[in-house]
T-cell receptor, first 112, second 115 residues
Framework: DTAVSQTPKYLVTQMGNDKSIKCEQN?????MYWYKQDSKKFLKIMFS???????INETVPNRFSPKSPDKAHLNLHINSLELGDSAVYFC???????????FGPGTRLTVT | AQTVTQSQPEMSVQEAETVTLSCTYD???????LFWYKQPPSRQMILVIR??????QNATENRFSVNFQKAAKSFSLKISDSQLGDAAMYFC????????????FGTGTRLKVLA
């Protein structure tokens, strides 16, 4: 009974391709997040959705497009992948006014 | 804007000893949450401990405790009786208690535990 799951866990692709990462949570939370962790382990928020509504949209290239079909799912689609997109992408969830976030296992994206 | 600073990129501790990881933050808000997360080599982010800013009492979870100094905007993590399994990256995080409730993470401290 995984709380926050992501698929795939590893993704290797070539520059210029389009790829998606899926995230699902079964905790009943109303808010979900995408983070990017770079090679120096710096963790930076990209997007956040509350009940399918975008509430945080950091300065991220518009090649990145999140989609939340319902409050239990938040997917990340990336167009025209670049070398600099290589990173680990984490999904997380929480209650909006709650305390801690629960993280998924991460997706390591490698762009060659 | 809020910021979180972890000034120790790497720390080492002997097994069974005590180590303290530092974290400072900057905010103009009076109500917020602070967290320490652990990221072992498996890369899973695991919550270690949390502190509500309105509580004066320092949070404790088994061998983990914090020293929360609100006026100084300091939130250090003390790990007692260090174990090999404590070796990981440790991230300090701040969360607003209003607005978008955005989380901000520090740059992390890599903790090595020496046998």
């Amino acid at each position: 009974d995984t709380a926050v799951s992501q698929t795939p866990k590893y993704l290797v692709t070539q520059m210029g391709n389009d790829k998606s990462i899926k995230c699902e949570q079964n905790l009943g939370h109303d808010t979900m997040y995408w983070y990017k962790q770079d090679s120096k382990k710096f963790l930076k928020i990209m997007f956040s959705y509350n009940n399918k509504e975008l509430i945080i949209n950091e300065t991220v290239p518009n090649r990145f497009s999140p989609k939340s079909p319902d409050k239990a799912h938040l997917n990340l689609h990336i167009n025209s992948l670049e070398l600099g997109d290589s990173a680990v992408y984490f999904c997380a969830s929480s209650y909006l006014a709650g305390e801690e976030q629960y993280f998924g296992p991460g997706t390591r994206l490698t762009v060659t | 804007a809020q910021t979180v600073t972890q000034s120790q990129p790497e720390m080492s501790v002997q097994e069974a000893e005590t180590v303290t990881l530092s974290c400072t933050y900057d905010t103009s808000e009076s109500d917020y949450y602070l967290f320490w997360y652990k990221q072992p080599p498996s890369r899973q982010m695991i919550l270690v401990i949390r502190q509500e800013a309105y509580k004066q009492q320092n949070a404790t979870e088994n061998r983990f405790s914090v020293n929360f100094q609100k006026a100084a905007k300091s939130f250090s993590l003390k790990i007692s009786d260090s174990q090999l399994g404590d070796a990981a990256m440790y991230f300090c995080a701040y969360r607003s208690a209003a607005g978008t409730y955005k989380y901000i993470f520090g740059t992390g401290t890599r903790l090595k535990v020496l046998a």
